[in-house]
């Protein structure tokens, strides 16, 4: 099983629109999760970190589900700029801090 | 304020030329580093860890190396590049307990 496994779409939605997206994790031992952005051709930006339950900022809310082991995240509202490719990141301490980065799930909102 | 530098932006080389990527950090020391690296339309792969100079950690046997000569920078290394070696170089460093912070990425061709 892949460490961290998301769907790849493409999410193809109306602007106004709510998304969301899983993401599940086989390290039961993973503690703190972020979500990136990534836009065509750039690097990854920090978009939210997760250490407990959850997280909301603005239109964005991740929500973690331990027993299940998935986190997901919420866009409401969607504009024009939000489409990217969001990546799932699970991480545990020690072992240097390495982070494993899923290949991420690809929102596209249209008009 | 740590800012993270990373160049060249593109780069085209021939195969069987050498390669040297440069990343260096400023406003923090004894940061954690790290090269990813992400074929065109796949996830970032891991290539190498640095916890402090002159020591590197390789995740995947390849044709590429890595160096810390000074605290804050971290340099990717190739003696000969192959066509598998394209792809979009990252590096990063780690903010404490938060997630990554990545440089904004060379873009090599090998042609």
């Known amino acids: 099983r892949k460490e961290v496994e998301q769907d790849p779409g493409p999410f193809n939605v109306p602007e106004g629109a709510t998304v969301a997206f899983n993401c599940t994790y086989s390290?039961?031992?993973?503690?703190?999760f972020f979500w990136y952005r990534q836009d065509c051709r750039k690097e990854p930006k920090l978009l939210m970190s997760?250490?407990?339950s959850g997280n909301e900022d603005g239109r964005f809310t991740a929500q973690l589900n331990r027993a299940s082991q998935y986190i997901s995240l919420l866009i409401r509202d969607s504009k024009l700029s939000d489409s990217a490719t969001y990546l799932c990141?699970?991480?545990?301490?020690?072992?240097?801090?390495?982070?494993?980065f899923g290949a991420g799930t690809r929102l596209a909102v249209h008009p | 304020s740590q800012t993270i530098h990373q160049w060249p932006a593109t780069l085209v080389q021939p195969v069987g030329s050498p390669l040297s990527l440069e990343c260096t950090v400023e406003?923090?020391?004894?940061?954690?580093l790290y090269w990813y690296r992400q074929a065109a339309g796949r996830g970032l792969q891991l290539l190498f860890y640095?916890?402090?100079?002159?020591?590197i950690s390789s995740e995947v046997p390849q044709n590429l190396s890595a160096s810390r000569p000074q605290d804050r920078q971290f340099i990717l290394s190739s003696k000969k590049l192959l066509l598998s070696d394209s792809g979009f170089y990252l590096c990063?460093?780690?903010?404490?307990?938060?997630?990554?912070?990545f440089g904004s990425g060379t873009r090599l061709t090998v042609v």
């Open positions: 406003g923090t020391s004894n940061p954690n």
């Open positions: 640095s916890v402090g100079i002159g020591q």
């Open positions: 990063a460093w780690r903010q404490g307990a938060g997630g990554y912070t």
């Open positions: 390290n039961s031992a993973s503690q703190s």
């Open positions: 990141v699970p991480h545990r301490s020690g072992g240097y801090n390495k982070l494993i």
């Open positions: 997760v250490y407990s």
